[in-house]
């Protein structure tokens, strides 16, 4: 009876701890506070397209050729109460070769954008401020008659800072004006100063006028097809205000899957400063160049290949 009685009051203090442990284990944990929504948004996105042409016994003529092109953009926005900042990094390279001539590079390109603004009615309209730098990564050559080097790293480099109104209405487009803006045209080989408009021998031109950039991203314009646009405008108030310095890029890109993206770019440009030449020869065989007025320039690339999207 006596053990009886002990293996009665063991049972019962087990089931007394069992059921405070699962009391314990079912109360609810008090809420822990959320974190603050983050006020930088921040992305990457990298492509390598290849395009390739092998021909063999080819009746119909051509030439064998290889091209690749790596595009690499980043951006980091800041937005708070009362101020928005907005930074792009857009870099480019792509190379191509045809078979019997040299490599030869087909896009080039450093890009920095930089465009901080200050709430002034509602945050949609900024008091802002841009700082705006591109170059290229390495040579350029011109291929006519002769080869001819036209562009290197700062060989153009174009630097712009003004202060104006940011128009921002969401986090898609926005519209900047600066009547009030600073821009130099920088060279670190003389050699090239003429065909970016400057004096003979001299590193660098500085400009004072108007700014105008616009922006317009859009992902998921369809499904897997992000749009993007981009303009630049520039005007000089001291010399031919009406000839205004214009750099338009816009594209689609295209997503496949995780890894495998397309996209196709158009890039617009048009600066007078920048004259055009012509080489041709001669009747007596002399090499001549011809320069002529300035012209609008326009590169379209359409690839296809690896791709890389991260955004948070």
Known sequence: MKALKLRLIALAAMSILTTSFSAAQEEPVADTPEAPPSKWKVGVFSSLTFNQIALKNWAAGGKNSFSGTWLGNAYANYKSDKATWDNTLELGYGIMRNKGEDLQKS????????????????????????????????????????????????????????????????????????????????????????????????????????????????????KNVDYYFRGDFFANWKDHPEHIDVDIETGFNFKVND????????????????????????????????????????????GFGLGFKWDK
């Open 259 to 302: 890894w495998l993206t397309a996209l196709i770019k158009v890039n617009v440009l048009f600066d007078d400063d920048i004259k055009y030449t012509e080489q041709y020869v001669d009747a007596d065989g002399a090499t001549v160049t011809r320069e002529r007025g300035a012209r609008v320039q326009v590169k379209e690339l359409f």
């Open 107 to 222: 896009e080039d390109k450093i890009h920095i954008a930089s465009v901080y603004g200050y709430d002034a009615a509602r945050q949609k309209l900024f008091y802002s401020a841009l700082f705006d730098f591109k170059t290229q990564f390495g040579k350029g050559y011109k291929y006519d008659v002769d080869t001819t080097l036209v562009s290197k790293f700062m060989s153009p480099g174009y630097i712009s800072i003004s202060a104006g109104m940011l128009y921002k209405p969401n986090d898609k487009l926005s519209i900047y004006l600066s009547p009030l803006a600073g821009k130099v045209t920088a060279v670190s080989d003389t050699a090239l100063s003429e065909i970016y408009g400057l004096d003979p021998g001299s590193h660098s031109r500085g400009e004072f006028g108007a700014i105008a950039k616009v922006t317009y991203n859009h992902p998921n314009l369809v």
